[in-house]
């Protein structure tokens, strides 16, 4: 299998994922605003709900993300700046990212545009 994995330059078949408290976060963004203007992507049935069963306001954006769904709840701090986990999403899961090269945790900030840091990845991070 390591064979077939170099071969096709899938060093994600290669490299075991370290442990959750290892993986650096790789800070994207999203605006489910955006849905109701036609773009669909990070978009579900009702995108003016997070996954805490809340709805979320312009207050919100730049104080909450979506994280890994058992981090719901809680909430993420790195370079000086904390994000409550209120949303989770399909993609928002732990994987080997192309571009670093690396295991990350993606954390998606709720945003009206793209974050300064978009696509930066940060190695020290705490919940609480």
């Not at 978009?43 to 993300?65: F, H, I, K, T």
Request: hydrophobic share 45%; charged share 20%; net charge negative.
């Amino acid at each position: 299998m390591l064979i077939v994995c170099l071969l096709l330059g899938l060093l994600k078949c290669a490299t075991p994922a370290p442990a959750i408290e290892e993986m650096p976060i790789l800070v994207t963004w999203y605006n489910p605003a955006l849905c109701y203007e036609g773009l669909t992507i990070n978009c579900d049935s009702d995108p003016s709900v997070l996954a805490d069963g809340q709805g979320w306001e312009v207050a919100d954006y730049g104080r909450v993300a979506a994280c890994i769904p058992q981090w719901l709840g809680r909430t993420i701090r790195f370079k000086n700046r904390e994000l409550k986990c209120r949303d989770a999403g399909g993609m928002i899961l732990p994987r080997w990212d192309d571009y670093h090269r690396a295991w990350v945790i993606p954390v998606d900030v709720l945003s009206q545009t793209a974050v300064t840091d978009n696509y930066w990845l940060y190695a020290e991070w705490a919940l609480r």
